[in-house]
């Protein structure tokens, strides 16, 4: 469901619109219930998120780095 890349500079969230495992990974751990919403979220802390390519679909912050 949400893995990172395998440089570990960003995530990706495997989503087809109705998976209920991330519906639920969301409302216990971030307070949501909609994929869009969590997106915004993560825009208003500074995640950007790719749309072309390759990397669509991922998502980064400077300060969000596997094994940090």
């Known amino acids: 469901l949400i ?4 440089d570990g500079q960003s995530f990706k969230i495997q989503d ?3 998976d ?3 519906v639920a990974i969301l409302k ?5 219930t909609r994929f869009k919403s969590f997106l ?3 825009q208003l802390y500074g995640f950007e998120r790719r ?6 679909g991922e998502c ?3 300060m969000f780095i596997r094994g940090r």
């Open 3 to 6: 893995r990172w890349t395998p």
């Open 16 to 18: 087809n619109g109705k």
């Open 20 to 22: 209920k495992a991330i």
């Open 28 to 32: 216990r751990n971030f307070n949501q």
């Open 40 to 42: 915004r979220q993560l």
């Open 51 to 56: 749309f072309k390519g390759q990397s669509r």
């Open 60 to 62: 980064s912050h400077p």
